[in-house]
């Protein structure tokens, strides 16, 4: 992602924190959680679609009202793996639910240069972002909670 002068640990620290959170939209499924979150939130979409994917993986893709397509991958009743892209950045506390402390952590420890994509690659979690104004995207899942066989690059948007 990029954020004119300004660093991925400005972004999601402090001030900036707090508005996100007070302004974000509805939350999806969030990573690492039941897959029954998926249609219980009542979230208003576009768009619902269930797939089925190889190795017992279904993946269902919701379309936000800011019009952010956000595809969640569970596999035995847990999503483990969620990808975004659209005009805006999804609520990503939301989306990540319990793993945004981990990237929040991550982000103070690995300072970078500001308008660089993320790459955060550890064993608990893995996020990949990018964009600027209108055009974000990104991914992020639960290494351990990958089932055996799935191929990880079926996540790319």
């Known amino acids: ?40 939130d009542g979230t208003p979409v576009a768009q619902r679609a269930l797939q089925a994917l190889a190795s017992g993986v279904t993946a269902q893709s919701v379309t936000t009202p800011a019009g952010v397509l956000v595809t969640e991958y569970v596999s035995q009743g847990v999503v483990f793996a969620v990808t975004w892209s659209g005009p805006v950045m999804p609520d990503l506390p939301g989306l990540l639910a319990d793993a945004f402390p981990t990237l929040h952590a991550w982000l103070a420890a690995h300072p970078g240069p500001p308008n660089q994509p993320l790459r955060m690659d550890t064993a608990q979690l893995v996020v990949h972002a990018d964009g600027h104004m209108r055009a974000f995207s990104g991914v992020a899942y639960l290494p351990a909670q990958v089932p055996t066989g799935f191929d990880i690059s079926q996540l790319d948007n």
């Open 1 to 40: 992602m990029r954020f004119p002068s300004r660093t991925w640990q400005t972004w999601l620290g402090g001030p900036a924190a707090v508005l996100l959170l007070a302004c974000a939209a509805p939350a999806y499924a969030a990573l690492g959680q039941g897959a029954a979150s998926i249609t219980a």
